[in-house]
């Protein structure tokens, strides 16, 4: 497409909220067949509440709270950042040692006690336990499992529409890659109209499930929000951040960044890319 349609069309772009870094990705989105969702802060709202602190017998919801937002402070994840915010009114501990494990959750050292929080079966691996249907992390303090923290993980009230627009753009295959589990992801899928839903998946599994889509159903754009969803965010044809929440190593691994807390304008960007190329032609 002639240079100048692409330049007016990136600055009607960025006029919406819209960053697209580079103007052939305008090209891209303009015949994009598919497109694939994260879920947590994504297809769901970017602002999660924690709803539920609950201790196993033996521990305190207070110190379950304290230990784990003091074991989140310092990572980007949605989850993280809402039990630091949860705990903001009380002073959190250091955290020594700390290593976040991509996908599962972290590890920590606070107030001299070993804290894991994250996915069940990161945290407590010998027990056999089955993982709640609603959004949690759980907390194991010196190795024994201590119990969990639930969150209110609304739907985004212009998902379902947003996806519907999407169909009517032409994006025959809208899926869901998540690394929630299965139950939850199906639940909420089936309220938005996402087509195939992919679960309990790590970043490694969301870039082959990208790289697996065929070329008649490419361009393939991926949206995402978190650290977590950045490696597939760089593999897929178009790399959408939500920016105005999301991580920053989502917005610099994406090719477009969204910057209003809106998911309509992924439809917008569709719309606008569609007719710069009318324009170029
Ligand atoms: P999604 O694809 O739904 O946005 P992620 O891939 O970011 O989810 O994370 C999947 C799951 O991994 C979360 O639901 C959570 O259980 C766990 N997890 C990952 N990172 C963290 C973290 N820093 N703290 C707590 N849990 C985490
Ligand atoms: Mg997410």
Redesign the pocket.
């Known amino acids: 497409a002639a240079p100048v349609a692409l330049v007016s069309g990136m600055s009607r772009t960025s006029r919406n909220g819209i960053v697209v870094k580079t103007g052939d990705m305008l090209e891209k989105m303009s015949t994009a067949k598919s497109a694939a969702f994260?879920?947590?802060?994504t297809i769901t709202s970017g602002q999660l509440n924690v709803s539920q602190i609950v201790p196993q017998t033996g521990f305190e919801a207070a110190q379950v709270m304290h230990l784990a937002a003091s074991a989140?402070q310092n990572?980007s994840?949605i989850?993280?950042r809402s039990i630091v915010k949860y705990a903001n009114d009380t002073p959190l501990s250091p955290a020594e040692d700390l290593a976040?494990v991509t996908?599962?959750?972290?590890t920590a050292t606070v107030d001299g006690h070993a804290v894991k929080?994250?996915?069940l079966n990161f945290v407590d691996p010998d027990t056999p336990r089955q993982p709640l249907d609603q959004?949690a992390?759980y907390v194991a303090i010196d190795g024994t499992y201590a119990g969990y923290i639930t969150f209110i993980d609304n739907v985004r009230p212009e998902a379902a529409a947003t996806l519907q627009a999407l169909h009517a753009e032409g994006v025959k295959n809208v899926m869901m890659l998540?690394?929630?589990q299965r139950a939850i992801a199906d639940k909420i899928a089936e309220k938005v109209g996402i087509d195939t839903v992919q679960a309990d998946l790590l970043p490694a599994d969301k870039i082959e499930n990208l790289k697996k889509v065929p070329a008649e159903l490419r361009p393939v754009i991926m949206v995402g929000d978190?650290v977590?969803d950045a490696p597939s965010l760089a593999v897929a044809d178009v790399g959408i951040a939500m920016g105005a929440h999301g991580s920053t190593a989502a917005s610099e691994s994406a090719d477009v960044v969204i910057l209003k807390d809106d998911l309509s304008r992924v439809v917008t960007a569709i719309q606008i890319a569609k007719d710069t190329m009318q324009v170029a032609k």
Do not use: Y
């Open positions: 994260d879920k947590t802060g989140e990572s994840h989850l993280a976040e996908g599962n959750g972290v929080v994250g996915k959004t992390i998540t690394g929630d978190g977590n």
